[in-house]
């Protein structure tokens, strides 16, 4: 009897396994295997209409350098790699119209990533610009110490595969073009200020032309004020928020317009989002019945400068 059972067993499983030729045997999954009915792919015919609405997501990590673009993609981990100039950027705008990612991610390097994340919005594909300290994080806690261009690039693809940050509104040009000339007047003054700091101990010789280049910085300041007018004043949205925010007592024309290029999601944010998008907002740091203090840190960086948002918001704004 039990060489009977053995048998048997063992013709119902080559049953199961090798069907008769021309005969179709229906899978039927076991209730503990996690597979259900949509989860069942197959069919006489070939992909059931549920595997076929599944269509796979794609994400893209692009390394921005002088030089070049590596660029690395998930889940089919390729990468390839084109020059950063307007041929290999229509190359690279081509494929990625073509495989419709679901996030492209880049990281903010200063300004270097401008043309090619305006290429992209132009080209209505999901780019986001991240912060590089996020990605490195990332990077450390999946257990990727070494840093090169093509493992960079990999690194951004896997944080928008499984991060996937929020997609945001991209400034137009004329936005980046005002923060591009608000960031030219921040860099002014601090040059006007360290010439200045070095004129008193000077030498008599020396002093002469540091005070020439004195005189060159604040005809270039009022030059900066100029061109910042002839960008606000052709706006009428701009020129009614920079009247509404002239209105508040010590908001005067430099804040408001740091203001309107700085902070675009102004007036559509709430009192707490938005302080926590400048880098004001205080965070807890509380642990079981530990009470921490709450401090601010975070936040938006100033233009194309690469530092942090609270650090230029408690000297008291832009000069």
Known sequence: MRRMERDRSICLRSEETVPEPGRHVPHHPSPNSGQGHQARMFTRSGYTQEAARQ???????????????????????????????????????????????????????????????????????????????????????????AKTDVLDARVLARFAEVIQPSLRVIPDAQTQELAALLARRRQVLAMQGAEQNRLDRAPDRVRKRIEVHLRWLRAELARLDADLDDVIQPSPMWR????????????????????????????????????????????????????????????????????????????????
Request: glycine share 10%.
């Open 55 to 145: 269509t796979p997501l794609v994400f893209v990590g692009i390394d921005v350098s002088k030089a070049r673009l590596d660029v690395g993609v998930r889940p089919s981990d390729e990468r390839r790699s084109v020059p950063y100039d307007a041929h290999g950027s229509t190359t690279l705008l081509a494929q990625l119209t073509q495989v419709q990612p679901t996030r492209i991610v880049l990281e903010a390097t200063g300004g270097l990533e401008r043309p090619l994340v305006r290429a992209l919005v132009d080209a209505a594909l999901p780019v986001i610009v991240v912060n590089p300290r996020q990605v490195r994080d990332f990077a450390k806690a999946t257990g990727q110490l």
């Open 240 to 319: 009614e928020r920079e009247d509404l925010l002239q209105s508040v007592p010590g908001i005067g024309p430099v804040m408001s317009r740091t203001m309107l290029a700085e902070l675009p999601e102004l007036g559509r944010l709430n009192r707490k989002q938005i302080a926590a998008l400048v880098g004001v907002a205080p965070f807890n740091r509380d642990s079981g019945r530990r009470r921490g203090h709450r401090t601010i840190w975070g936040g938006r960086a100033p233009g194309a400068e690469r530092c942090t948002g609270p650090r230029w918001w408690r000297r008291g704004g832009i000069p």
